[in-house]
């Protein structure tokens, strides 16, 4: 099983669509996690953390699940502006290297 | 949020000869500065860690003869890519975080051909 997985996509969705990405994680003692969002070309920018607990940030909501491991982010009311890679990262314990998944590709059309 | 800085965005050389890539951290102090390689359509792939004041850590694989990694101070990293050949065309990305956070703040990359 690889560190990190993605579902690649591309998932196509109209303009003010929910769409919901899924991110699964081999090692059971990371600690950390966020997601990133990289434009074509482009570096990862952070777009935000994972807290166990759940949290949100304006229309998208980012979800842990210890015991089945996995993270989820959600996307409310999509923007054409939002079509890009959703890239999941974990941290490992012990240290600072972030694992990156491949990344799931959005496409907001109008 | 923190800027990082990467020089230069863009190179192209010759098979044969060396590059250097700088990444700066602009407005924080970075104990460790990370380096990533992305092929197209492949995720970041961590190539070495390196903290400021020490020998760098590379991940396996990644040959430390070939890519030279200086952290001389807590802003700046340099990669060297040394006798580049075509494969080592890639898109290269350094990150820094400090010891109060754990996120990583990404350079804007550098796109790098060798023809």
């Known amino acids: 099983r690889k560190e990190v997985e993605q579902d690649p996509g591309p998932f196509n969705v109209p303009e003010g669509a929910t769409v919901a990405f899924n991110c699964t994680y081999s090692n059971s003692a990371s600690q950390s996690f966020f997601w990133y969002r990289q434009d074509c070309r482009k570096e990862p920018k952070l777009l935000m953390s994972?807290?166990?607990s759940g949290n949100e940030d304006g229309r998208f909501t980012a979800q842990l699940n210890r015991a089945s491991q996995y993270i989820s982010l959600l996307i409310r009311d999509s923007k054409l502006s939002d079509s890009a890679t959703y890239l999941c990262v974990v941290i490992a314990p012990g240290y600072s290297t972030l694992t990156f998944g491949k990344g799931t590709m959005l496409l907001v059309s109008p | 949020g923190a800027v990082v800085s990467q020089h230069p965005s863009r190179v192209i050389c010759k098979s044969g000869t060396s590059v250097k890539i700088e990444c700066r951290s602009l407005d924080f102090q970075a104990t460790t500065m990370f380096w990533y390689r992305q092929f197209p359509k492949q995720s970041l792939m961590l190539m070495a860690t390196s903290n400021e004041g020490s020998k760098a850590t590379y991940e396996q694989g990644v040959e430390k003869d070939k890519f030279l990694i200086n952290h001389a101070s807590l802003t700046l990293s340099t990669l060297t890519v040394t006798s580049a050949h075509p494969e080592d065309s890639s898109f290269y990305i350094c990150?820094?975080?400090?010891?109060?956070?754990?996120?990583?703040?990404f350079g804007p990359g550098t796109r790098l051909l060798v023809l």
């Open positions: 990150s820094a975080t400090s010891s109060a956070q754990e996120t990583q703040y």
């Open positions: 994972v807290y166990s």
